[in-house]
């Protein structure tokens, strides 16, 4: 195996600093020509650049307007979306309250169970038909389940 490393044929090595600056000297007319043919090449679309700056860079803010535009109104957090969220919230604030107040009827119904001897009485004679002495309780018959058209074209 042959570790040897062989001289590299495209470096040149500059002994000292003033051949560099002179080599740099040297090749300044030929890099001048290469940026004069270059600018030349490119001086009718930089100057149709420079006539039509105003109206490119109003096309350009026109542009970026409408999207904009449609960003705010369409994008992922925009006004569709925040207005259907401001309804949801006041549909949730809606439901929230109204979920209070039966809690609240609840909480002072419970408390009236616990306590009150008029509302355990209610209770005890409406769920469990009781009475007291020389009562008597009436209770009424199921209702009559209404025949749907259904069944009546199924009988026919």
Do not use: C
């Not at 030929?30 to 043919?37: D, G, I, K, T």
């Not at 930089?46 to 109003?58: E, K, Q």
């Not at 439901?95 to 008029?118: G, H, I, R, S």
């Amino acid at each position: 195996m042959d570790l040897r490393i062989a001289p590299l044929p495209k470096i040149r090595a500059l002994s000292q600093p003033e051949q560099g600056l002179r080599a740099l000297v040297e090749r300044a007319p030929q890099a001048e020509a290469f940026a004069e043919r270059v600018m030349e090449r490119f001086r009718p679309a930089l100057a149709w650049l420079y006539r039509a700056r105003r109206r490119l860079s109003t096309a350009a803010v026109a542009v970026l307007t409408v999207w904009l535009f449609f960003h705010v109104m369409l994008g992922a957090n925009g006004m569709v979306v925040y207005r259907q969220k401001r309804a949801e919230y006041q549909n949730l604030q809606r439901e929230l309250e109204e979920l209070q107040k039966e809690n609240d009827y609840y909480t002072q119904q419970v408390k009236a169970l616990k306590t009150d001897p008029k509302t355990i009485e209610k209770e005890a004679r409406e769920q469990l038909h009781y009475t007291r002495p020389g009562e008597v309780v009436y209770v009424a018959p199921p209702p009559a389940p209404i025949p749907s058209p259904d069944t009546k074209a199924a009988k026919k």
